[in-house]
């Protein structure tokens, strides 16, 4: 290891060279992993090239820059991040810092920036550099002491590697760029002058100085070109100057010294789980040689397993094989397709398992060249159809769900379900990994081959209809047999236990099968009332650029943060709240939400950016995810993801469809019934604080709920000490934040901000509410304390949420997982309610052969279909049934609301 070498990675650089490089690769839950795979791979394979006892993985903060300061259109056509690499970022940035790598995000400035910074100050302390970065324009930074290296092509950029790949020095390489621009940060350079010749006029002229003071003898349309971009060149090559004198402070602990920066020890047991998480078996066995974790003891200890796998090829053989499953208490079933799209994929293969060790693959679709003969599909599915479609053949499965819908595209309605592993380790153990592999790993000892093992990886991965037939059963086999091993190991622990058991069998498993129904009901859009949505926001957009001309006295760029800065600051010589890292008034979205209270023109500013954004996220996106074959969007709910019990929704997602704004609302009106249908909408009122209620015990909430009396005028009579008819609506305002917010185990600091009030007058308040409400802090206090002891809670129903960091975390982990263990047991048991409501209204809708149909699930939010002979009977029916699926301390109560739409149900 070398002491006196610091090693830095561009962490942006890495994340997105690493989604675009490796397939669509998908963790438990369905999540998107292939860049987080993608950086761990990179980071650990650059730590082994290049020992260093500092380092630091540098990332683009969120929010302006200074350049865009500079420069309105700086990064103007860059495409919003793709939601599949989003919702990475986050476990990318844990999956480094478990790595042992600080991590760095400087506001207001570019990684690049940081990265320049900390060059300089390392190479004047004597440090030799390796950046490892895809981004040309560091190449700028090389010199002596600072090298640039490529882990995805073995590049290394010494000079002398930076001369040869671009024609000039390193310290030519700002003239270089100037002269090309930056298609990718939207810079221009000259017109049609590429790296040849900028190159070229560089070498000739000695400098970008040198190539300016020739354009007036240069000829040719070259020449023309360079003349007409002299008055940019000079802002361009301020753009693309990397910035290497930025002020750290605060950022890197000992800034000037940079010894902070020193990587931390790896804790193997967190990285071992946070690999669990993420499916990642292959590296998580990689730590295992070197001693850094045991490994894991089987909590049922495996014995030599001795595969018999047939694959099944004549009418004969798969008559033996019905003959058995119709024979056998329980038989796991696997299906292999060609798509992960349930609603689009179809079976390849059939693998069937009723003894541990033993199975039968049945290749239906494999296309290779030289492929053995196969059963006819018709054949094969008419021949099981019988034992699919019983209720009383039990099966068992991993992720069943999508194997019902795998099934239901061959036109078979599969019954008889009894276990699903995914949901058994998701009942047992939330917090960990629940694919197949990673179940096995851990509670088996076994490990299986993997789908890249078969199918190999990235660009080169083939479809698994090319899998060669023996291989594809080897695997197939596995997966059922193996499913069945690891039902034999958790179904005892969930038997044994009466509030696990009541969760699996009477919430987790009946959602699954009310969830693929759902799924594949889908969801009627407008899609041409979104056109016209997008159409009337643009208009909109136009309408309040002309609003903002008239309020600053001359048009102006909406989208320039200089010329909002003049007129704002310069011309009408309103407040400056903050500035930028360059010294200039800072125009971002919290300054302008400051000044909107006061002044129309930031006003107007902040709606144009709003609207902007819905109508690039939503109206314009959501017909495109339309399936063309039913004019249905179909969601898929992720069951096995979120620790408290809530599901999850994506492609698309639409727990995140706006609400806050009218215009947000609108997007609603595009989610409609088939014509003479309504929609209805059925929503638990203040679920979370009947809870709370409930579970606390507290005479004063309990009061408030059984008398029907508005509780968050309740609470503030009692901290305001007002009478119930006298409390004004800023003091309700103050109430309904404060017994939100300590559901959520808000502070003093964070009631202040959420207030806008001083920190003592919000420690005020909250010792006021728990002089009031001392039920409530009990509970708290009570509960805080069982989960240290047991190092987890429960909601009402018996549902396990294990919080992992209250005992071991770091100081703010710890405390996160305190207000967790508040939050957790009310929101986990809202996610229960939810769910039996679900299940009880379904049950009785079936009973009665109704035609209404559950079509959506929205937090504490059911969506129906209804007929219009039914609606009445829906308005009524709903609701009843939704609060009388528990009884609490205090009346549950579910509001229904009728509409053409689900803007108008709401």
């Not at 002058?193 to 100085?209: F, N």
């Not at 769900?401 to 309605?413: L, P």
């Not at 000892?445 to 093992?453: A, F, T, V, W």
Request: aromatic share 6%; proline share 6%; hydrophobic share 45%.
């Amino acid at each position: 290891m070398s002491d006196k070498t610091l090693l830095l990675v561009d962490g942006s650089s890495y994340l997105y060279r690493a989604y675009h490089a490796l397939p669509d690769l998908r963790g438990p839950g369905n999540v998107p992993t292939g860049a987080l795979r993608g950086v761990v791979s990179m980071l650990k394979l650059l730590r082994e090239q290049h020992p260093a006892a500092l380092g630091a993985c540098v990332f683009d903060a969120k929010g302006r820059t200074f350049r865009d300061d500079w420069y309105a259109e700086y990064k103007a056509h860059r495409a919003a991040m793709p939601d599949d690499l989003a919702a990475q970022i986050e476990p990318i940035h844990e999956a480094v810092k478990l790595l042992g790598w600080p991590v760095l995000s400087v506001p207001g400035i570019e990684a690049d920036d940081a990265i320049g910074t900390l060059c300089k100050v390392a190479a004047a302390a004597g440090f030799n550099v390796i950046v490892s970065t895809g981004d040309k324009d560091l190449a700028q930074l090389v010199d002596d002491r600072v090298t640039l290296v490529n882990t995805m092509s073995n590049e290394r950029l010494d000079p002398a590697a930076v001369r040869e790949k671009f024609g000039v020095a390193p310290d030519r390489i700002v003239d270089y760029l100037t002269l090309v621009g930056d298609t990718v940060d939207n810079v221009p350079g000259v017109e049609k002058v590429g790296p040849k010749t900028a190159a070229k006029w560089i070498g000739e002229y000695g400098s970008l100085d040198g190539v300016i003071a020739a354009a007036p003898t240069m000829k040719g349309a070259a020449g023309e070109n360079l003349r007409k971009a002299l008055d940019w060149l000079p802002q361009g090559r301020r753009l693309v100057t990397v910035a290497t004198d930025c002020d750290l402070t605060g950022h890197v602990a000992d800034w000037p010294a940079f010894e902070s920066l020193a990587f931390a020890p790896i804790d193997p047991v967190a990285l071992s789980a946070f690999y669990d998480r993420y499916g990642f078996k292959s590296m998580k066995r990689e730590l295992e040689p070197t001693g850094a974790v045991p490994a894991a003891a089987p909590t049922v200890a495996a014995p030599a397993i001795e595969k018999k796998y047939e694959t099944v090829l004549t009418m004969d053989r798969l008559q033996a094989w019905i003959a058995q499953i119709e024979a056998a208490s329980l038989t796991a079933i696997d299906t292999e397709t060609d798509s992960l799209d349930p609603m689009r994929a179809q079976i390849v293969g059939i693998s069937l398992a009723t003894e541990v060790g033993e199975a039968a693959y049945i290749p239906l679709r494999h296309t290779y060249a030289g492929v053995p003969d196969q059963l006819p599909i018709d054949a094969v599915l008419a021949a099981l159809r019988p034992w699919l479609e019983n209720p009383a053949a039990a099966k068992l499965g991993q992720n069943i769900k999508y194997d019902t819908h795998v099934f239901a595209n061959a036109g078979i309605a599969i019954r008889g379900y009894a276990h699903d592993t995914m949901l058994q380790s998701y009942v047992l153990e939330a917090h960990k990994a629940h694919s197949l592999e990673s179940l096995a790993d851990r509670h088996l000892g076994r490990k299986g081959l993997s789908y890249e093992d078969l199918c190999g990886k990235g660009a080169h991965q083939i479809p698994f209809a090319q899998v060669a037939i023996d291989m594809a059963a080897d695997y197939s086999c596995e997966d059922s047999e193996m499913a069945l091993h690891v039902h034999r190991t958790l179904w005892p622990q969930i038997e044994a236990n009466a509030g696990l058991r009541y969760i699996y069998e009477q919430i987790e498993m009946p959602t699954s099968a009310l969830l693929g129904r759902i799924e594949r009901t889908g969801v009627l859009i407008d899609a041409a009332l979104l056109a016209r949505q997008s159409q009337q926001l643009a208009e909109r957009m136009v309408a309040l650029e002309q609003q903002a001309y008239e309020l600053a006295g001359q048009p102006f760029n909406l989208g320039s943060p200089k010329q909002i800065g003049e007129i704002l600051f310069g011309k009408l010589g309103l407040p400056v709240k903050k500035k930028t890292m360059s010294g200039a008034p800072s125009t971002d979205e919290e300054v302008l939400a400051e000044l909107a209270a006061d002044y129309p023109l930031p006003a107007r500013l902040l709606e144009h950016r709003s609207l902007s954004k819905l109508k690039g996220t939503y109206t314009d996106k959501l017909p495109l995810m339309v399936n063309p074959a039913t004019g249905r969007v179909h969601t898929n709910y992720a069951q096995a993801v979120a620790v408290t019990g809530r599901l999850s929704s994506n492609d698309p997602n639409l727990q995140n469809i706006p609400i806050r704004t009218a215009e947000g609302r609108r997007v609603r009106e595009a989610f409609i019934p088939p014509p003479g249908h309504s929609i209805l909408s059925a929503d638990y009122s203040q679920i979370e604080l009947r809870i709370m209620a409930h579970m606390s015990r507290d005479p004063g909430l309990l009061k408030a709920f059984a008398e029907g009396v508005d509780v968050h005028r309740a609470t503030a009579s009692e901290v305001f000490g007002t009478a119930l008819p006298e409390v004004s609506n800023e003091q309700r305002r103050y109430a309904k934040t404060i017994n939100f917010g300590l559901i959520y185990g808000m502070g003093a600091f964070g009631l202040a901000q959420a207030l806008g009030i001083e920190r003592s007058a919000a420690a005020t308040y909250i010792e006021r509410y728990f002089e009031r409400f001392a039920g409530v802090r009990r509970y708290m206090d009570e509960t805080k304390a069982s989960a240290h002891q047991k190092g987890y809670v429960e909601t009402l129903f018996g549902r396990r949420i294990y919080l992992p960091e209250i005992n071991g975390g770091s100081g703010p982990r710890k405390s996160a997982a305190e207000r967790q263990a508040i939050n957790a047991p009310m929101q986990g048991t809202a996610a229960d309610l939810i769910k039996l409501a679900m299940i009880a209204v379904q049950r009785t809708l079936d009973d009665e052969q109704r035609a209404t149909k559950v079509i959506m699930q929205v937090h504490d939010e059911l969506v129906f279909d209804v007929p219009a002979e039914e609606l009445d009977w829906a308005r009524a029916e709903v609701p009843r049934i939704m609060a009388s699926v528990a009884s609490l301390e205090v009346p549950l109560l579910a509001e229904v609301g009728v509409g053409a739409n689900w803007d108008e149900a709401h």
